[in-house]
């Protein structure tokens, strides 16, 4: 049981793999790329001893010469301190490495960014796979090139789009994740089904129990459906200047929430199932979309026990951190509202009282 | 007077303008690309009060709000702390910057290698214009967007290959340069001419003079020319996998006699000139060109004021440091020597014999 997604970058394209253990793949995909004799499995601290080993016995066993490079676990460690760290434990690699070497990321977001950004700085760039371990991971930062680390003014700020020679997700990797990360995924898992398939949010209702207990099969199908259509989008706009931005769908109000509330306090996902309620909301108001499309989403959400209420908001100071947000550009609010599900569109000058009241319907 | 050379690299392609004065178009160039308002202007503390303050005023004239980044001039800053530092210092341009922010590189090789890195790293990569003001940066690190920064195990380790919007030279700025940089910058074109253009060492051995006075309409007609050689190499392999090692010629024993007489002894022109020396030494032994042509090429070196002896070599030595060289892959030494003035190929096998015919010729 493997599907494979094809994603389109012209000389850049590559292939994402989802399959019940895949990992143990790792080594065999390694050594069908020309001339790698040398890789790095770069995971943190929390799987290192166990996916990041066996992904690393998985490279030895093609007869390739295997460094595991383990980095403290957390969001807190994507800076250019442990970016600095891990370019020095690439370099001390013993034979000296050479643009042969492969880098292999294992584990969440935060491992494939800042794995990704090393394979992208090391000698200008090396290959790299990427085996993501998280469910958010899977579904979002496996397709799109986006690697890069944090700065003390904020997220991501400093990085390369670069693409990976391949992508090998293992679903069997889901079931040790914590129902708050499982949650993570879910959310964006909604997010692609209002943007590009309406029949997405179908498989997903009429499969809920089964995602919640990360069934195999159904992850297989759940995970592929979700990459095709990030694949698509990509494809379609590789440097994020204009569809690409359909992806913020549930990420502007979304973001806000996560801000006012803390960082960290809302799973990812929480923050944007409570996003997409809002821009649905929004969406209603302006007769972009029935209540019954609306309702519908918001079902979904709930059957994946994601939040769709968080009362107590102050609209006001939802728009003014939406504001300050970087994709706000020239002080205008762009959001990304559907006109059917499985339809988006963007529009450039959302209003305060559009927002409040996407606002009300989380009280 | 001024002279275009289209770097031709499909989408991302660009003109490499020279001419005399030409910094003071740096602003008009810059409001010349799309929604650029912003932007940092990276010069080392040698030149930041004179050519980077030039460049900023021509900014700020253009109508664009420039910020001048000053850091400490030096090879042995090209490090990732002051990377990061750089990061730091165009996250605290006011207005938060977007990826409308230009960053413009002022200054020589250091200054190109480690701003076209921050440009490529800044939110995953803004747009950069390159100022190069010796003749080493003009003729050599102009073309070909290798940007990056130095490991503690190597040089040029970290980076990426991202190739600037445009690029001005100035050939006042030459005016102001030591002897020493000067000459750095001479031995890259007589590389250039034994490489790729037999009547461009002509045009050297003519103008001597003009050039060591650096004469502005020579200097015009000799960066000019060597860009263009440049500019075709990389065009025609940009990620160098083929013929851009064609520019690794008159490096190879370069390098090593670097090393050996330990790193910053001998300006870089002056180790390739005696690479090129030796080099030219083992393609007459082994019958590729004549002993005439060789004696042309040591005739413009010469003239140029550039060693073509350096008496006392271990040619064992030599050969051991040449197979330390990261250029030197799975242990063979590689060399790029001349068929005909104009004209060179790789040899993938070289013996030590031949080396040490090289290193003799420097006696």
Known sequence: MEQTIRVELGDRSYDVRVGSGIL?????????????????????????????????????AAGIDATLIEFPTGEANKTVAVFSDMLDAVFAISPAIDRDLLIVACGGGVTGDISGYVAASTLRGVRWLQCPTSLLADVDASVGGKTGINHATGKNLIGAFYQPSGVLIDVETLKTLAPRELQSGLGECVKHAVIRDASLLDFIAENTTEILACQSDVMCDLVARNVAIKADVVAGDERETGTRAHLNYGHTVG??????????????????????????????????????????????????????????????EVWEVMQRDKKARGGHVRMVLPTEIGRVEIFDNTTPQQVARGVAALG
Chains 1, 2 share one sequence.
Do not use: C, W
């Open 24 to 60: 143990d793949s790792v080594g065999p995909a390694a050594a069908a790329l020309p001339t790698v004799r040398q890789a790095a499995v770069i995971a943190d601290s929390n799987i290192a001893s166990s996916y990041g080993k066996q992904t690393a016995d998985s490279l030895t």
């Open 255 to 316: 973001h806000a929430i996560e801000t006012i509330a803390g960082y960290g306090t809302l799973s990812h996902g929480a923050a944007v199932s409570l996003g997409i309620i809002a821009a649905n909301a929004i969406a209603v108001d302006s007769r972009l979309i029935s209540p019954v499309d609306a309702d519908r989403v918001r079902q979904a959400l709930e059957a994946l026990k994601l939040p769709v209420t968080y009362p107590g908001l102050n609209p006001d």
